[in-house]
């Protein structure tokens, strides 16, 4: 580590970074799909849960950890725990990172050709929109470009410095997206036959209930926080020293799962009262899997007066709103490469670059492969990772280390029984959760 790290500047940067790297795709493209396969409200009860128990204190942990090493994902474990394997846990992380990109970077391409789409009209003028999206689908080479143009847009923001490019970005375009978000909400909701979807989304049906299940929103509730592989580690370690970890966790947590939910009071009315045939609409909403968003979105536009602008308005920020996340996920793997094999900033920055489009190919060309890499890494990598990262601060890390982390060397007052519960959460609560969640899920 040869030059001086940087801190964020100002207290909303932090938050709005942390924000910007939460918020993306996972909420507005993922969450709504994930919760069409599950059944919809009963999901989101333990998605929530999950938020409550793992969420918000692997994200304090994660703080712990960046903020008192002051490195990347996996120097940190190396500088807190020398010599010990903890350090692999780190490099699960970048692996994580990799892998997550693979396929993002392609979703992002999508939301790349909406906005082209809507900004130039084309959109407002499709009359089958499963079809119009199954185009985008059928064309890799179309996929392709648009993910190696995202991709290079990141990579730009990456090399611009941290300050600039993360903070101002973010800063801007969160509380547009959100206000936008909650417009289009209000108008799906006030559509004639919005409220069977409503009643899918906030009725929850037991019978739904399965082992998966709970895999599955435990998956999205990591994914869409962005924990479990070292990213909010990263961000940590460019927390200001007065940074208070309990309140920016919950503040990104809460923040998180209103634009989630918000999305979904976007999706689900509007999907239940365009539909022409409402029998079998909950099955569509399943057999429409990723392409959920896409299908249903564009058709709400063409609802509203002035489509092109809403239409135009909204791919731009949710197109904003993913590179946001990109950057995030782009700046762990590049931090890493540079701190650890002390590439310079630019050449690690190629190179993860280049190693993200190889992986954008193969799952432009190979949907089997795009949705391999989005199972692993929500599923399985990110789930580890968190699993990990509870057991080392609850168990490893000095139980003095953590409690001058979250209380700011006893500036904050939060209590001993705050810090008890926190690390009784992550000793045993945690882990053994996350562990029977895991492994329920994948046998069961
Ligand atoms: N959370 C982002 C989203 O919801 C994606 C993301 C960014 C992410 N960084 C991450 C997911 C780190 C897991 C880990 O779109």
């Known amino acids: 580590m040869t030059e001086k790290r940087v801190t964020f500047a100002s207290k909303i940067g932090i938050v709005a970074a942390a924000a910007g790297s939460a918020v993306g795709l996972g909420n507005i493209w993922r969450f709504p799909s994930q919760t069409a396969d599950s059944g919809g409200a009963i999901f989101i009860l333990v998605y929530i849960g999950c938020i409550l128990f793992f969420g918000i204190p692997l994200m304090m942990s994660e703080f712990i950890i960046g903020r008192g090493s002051r490195a990347n994902s996996a120097g940190a474990f190396h500088k807190l725990a020398p010599g010990t394997p903890w350090k692999w846990v780190g490099r699960l992380g970048v692996l994580t990172g990799f892998v997550i990109m693979g396929f993002y970077m392609v979703v992002c391409g999508w939301t790349l050709d909406y906005m082209f789409q809507a900004l130039t009209g084309s959109l407002h003028t499709v009359t089958d929109f499963s079809a119009n999206f199954n185009n985008l689908l059928s064309s890799p080479l179309r996929q392709t470009g648009l993910m190696i143009l995202f991709t290079l847009m990141t990579a730009f923001f990456i090399l611009s410095g941290v300050k600039k490019g993360i903070e101002q970005s973010s800063k801007i375009m969160m509380p547009m997206l959100f206000l936008l978000l909650i417009i289009l909400a209000l108008r799906s909701v006030f559509l004639e036959g919005s409220s069977a979807g409503l009643a899918f989304l906030f009725r929850p049906d037991a019978t739904h209930l399965n082992p998966t299940l709970f895999l599955d929103a435990m998956g999205q509730a990591f994914f869409s926080l962005s924990i479990g592989m070292g990213c909010m580690i990263t961000y940590g370690s460019y927390f200001n020293n007065d940074t208070n970890f309990t309140q920016t966790a919950v503040q990104v947590s809460i923040l998180d799962s209103l634009v989630a939910i918000l999305a979904g009071i976007i999706i689900f009315p509007s999907a239940f009262a365009l539909t022409s045939n409402p029998d079998t609409i909950t099955d569509e909403l399943v057999a429409g899997g990723p392409g959920l968003l896409f299908i249903t979105l564009p058709e709400l536009f063409n609802q509203m007066p002035l489509s092109v602008i809403w239409g135009s308005l ?104 705050f810090l008890r519960v926190y690390i009784f959460l992550l000793r045993y609560i945690a882990p053994l959760a996350i562990l029977a969640i895991f492994i329920y899920g994948l046998v069961g």
Request: aromatic share 12%; charged share 15%; proline share 2%.
């Open 314 to 417: 909204f791919f731009c920020l949710l197109a904003l709103a993913a590179l946001t996340s990109t950057i995030s996920l782009m700046e762990v793997v590049t931090l890493y490469i540079h701190e650890e094999y002390r590439f310079t900033r630019k050449k690690s920055t190629l190179l993860v670059t280049a190693g993200v489009i190889l992986l954008g190919i193969g799952s432009s060309f190979s949907p089997w492969l795009f949705n391999l890499m989005d199972v692993a890494s929500a599923k399985v990598m990110l789930p580890l990772g968190g699993l990990f990262i509870s057991l080392f601060v609850g168990w490893y890390l000095d139980k003095r280390m953590v409690a001058a982390q979250i209380t700011n060397d006893g500036t904050i007052k939060l209590g001993v029984g």
